[in-house]
Nanobody
Framework: QVQLEESGGGLVQAGGSLRLSCAAS????????MGWYRQAPGEQRDMVAE???????NYADSLKGRFTISRDNAKNTVYLQMNSLKSDDTAVYYC??????????WGQGTQVTVSS
């Protein structure tokens, strides 16, 4: 059974930082592309960042330099370090896994709220 459990969300003031974690199980984590997406109320879900099994990274252009994705294959965990947060970063953040078998899985999401 695939599980993706996000943590680390919460309320932070503008300019602050948060680190999201996603603990994964039930699939070959080290062979999978892991990602973070976000969805604000009334908007579509957009990619924030992805990291391949070879640790190649891809970021939404607007977030480069503020957000950093990383992974720890020994812990089956992917992280998202978010710095210099803005009110526009307020959203539900979802962890995603694209497995080597071509399946995509999602976590339940964690709320990030940035107060101005």
């Amino acid at each position: 059974q695939v599980q993706l459990e996000e943590s680390g969300g919460g309320l932070v003031q503008a300019g602050g930082s948060l680190r999201l974690s996603c603990a994964a199980s039930g699939f070959f984590f080290s062979l999978s592309t892991m990602g973070w997406y976000r969805q604000a109320p009334g908007e579509q879900r957009d990619m924030v960042a992805e990291i391949t099994r070879r640790e190649n990274t891809n970021y939404a252009d607007s977030l480069k330099g503020r957000f950093t994705i990383s992974r720890d294959n020994a812990k089956n965990t992917v992280y998202l370090q978010m710095n210099s947060l803005k009110s526009d970063d307020t959203a539900v953040y979802y962890c995603s896994a694209k497995t080597n078998l071509g399946h995509t899985f999602w976590g339940q999401g964690t709320q990030v709220t940035v107060s101005s």
